[in-house]
């Protein structure tokens, strides 16, 4: 009796196998035929800017890498904010990313009020690019070095305003960095974007500027503006001739201005690293290498495990800043 029932058991045994063995196996592949449609890029700043620029640069490529059409959509508003609630919140098929910049680190450093956290509702693909700024002035200003900057600044406090794309923004903190790692107390004066400052400094409002060498660099020949030096870590072999702040003066000092691709928290892992891979493919086709290089910007392609550890480092970083020069915006 009992060989009888060992018996009946190892059958059944062997019967449920069979059964759930083929339930296993047919597990669908998420990327089975992924893209089968367009996919939506949403670029959270205004057209032309370099979130846009770069985006569609992207979009173009994997669009044609793919052979399906990559729609770059651009949803401004709230500092960027808008159109990266609408990724977070999209249906997770894989349809629908965007691209952030090192602003939207900023603020989720500074800002308890956005309707998502960026480390939990959102999920990391890849970086697209780094970008450094410069530090400009017009000639008003008498200096030829950050280090004469610092001095001017400490003998006329409060004289001296610096121009940026908005509150809050990377400018924003790149001259908030500046002010408390010099010493110094340069007046923040915030635009609606990023191409109003050169106009606004060329009339006289602004004296000093931290932004893309793009921007400035046509206006640099005739004497209207002059460069200082550039926020990177190191010396960029673009423009050797410009040093960079942090052995100018303001030892440590480093700001990156850059762009990457994320996509909802619950998106397949599957579709991510299809993304991933799509997009580093992109990143170093020489016709996009070119163009992004172009606006000044190196192109990276990181995975996800090291841009979503990026973008927490950063975080971190602007976290450190706001609180030690106690700056607390969107409170």
């Known amino acids: 009796?009992?060989?009888r029932m060992k018996l009946f058991y190892l059958v059944a045994t062997l019967c449920a196998g069979s059964v759930v063995q083929p339930l296993f196996a047919a597990q669908p592949d998420p990327t089975a035929g992924y893209p089968n449609k367009p996919i939506r890029l949403i670029a959270p700043f205004v057209a032309g800017a370099g979130t846009d620029t770069t985006a569609r640069v992207i979009a173009?490529?994997?669009?044609?890498?793919?052979?399906?059409q990559v729609v770059v959509d651009n949803r401004t508003g709230a500092g960027g904010t808008i159109g990266v609630d609408l990724?977070?919140?999209?249906?997770?098929d894989g349809y629908t990313i965007g691209l952030i910049s090192a602003s939207h680190s900023v603020g989720s450093a500074t800002n308890s009020k956005l309707p998502y956290d960026l480390t939990k509702d959102l999920r990391a693909i890849t970086q697209a690019s780094s970008l450094f700024y410069a530090v400009y002035h017009s000639p008003a200003v008498p200096v030829k070095t950050i280090k004469e900057l610092i001095a001017y600044a400490k003998a006329n406090p409060g004289k001296l305003n610096f121009g940026t794309s908005g509150t809050g923004t990377l400018q924003h903190f790149a001259g908030e960095m500046f002010n408390h790692m010099a010493g110094v107390k340069l007046v923040h004066v915030p635009y609606k974007g990023s191409a109003a400052v050169i106009p606004a400094m060329l009339a006289g409002d602004v004296q000093v500027g931290f932004g893309t060498l793009f921007g400035v660099r046509p206006h640099v020949p005739s004497g209207r503006l002059h460069v200082l030096a550039i926020t990177a870590a190191k010396r960029s072999p673009a423009v050797p001739e410009y040093p960079t702040v942090s052995e100018s003066g303001v030892p440590g000092y480093v700001v990156d201005q850059w762009y990457g691709i994320i996509a909802g928290a619950n998106v397949p892992t599957a579709i991510i690293r299809k993304l991933n891979a799509g997009i580093i493919e992109v990143l170093k086709s020489p016709d996009v290498t070119k163009r992004?290089?172009?606006?000044g910007s190196t192109p990276v392609g990181?995975?996800?495990?090291?841009?979503?550890?990026h973008i927490k480092s950063e975080i971190a970083k602007w976290s450190k800043l706001a609180k030690a020069a106690n700056l607390q915006l969107g409170q």
């Open 302 to 309: 990181s995975t996800p495990e090291e841009f979503g550890a």
């Open 1 to 3: 009796m009992k060989n």
């Open 292 to 295: 992004l290089m172009a606006d």
């Open 87 to 92: 990724v977070a919140k999209a249906p997770p």
């Open 60 to 68: 173009q490529k994997l669009g044609e890498n793919w052979g399906q």
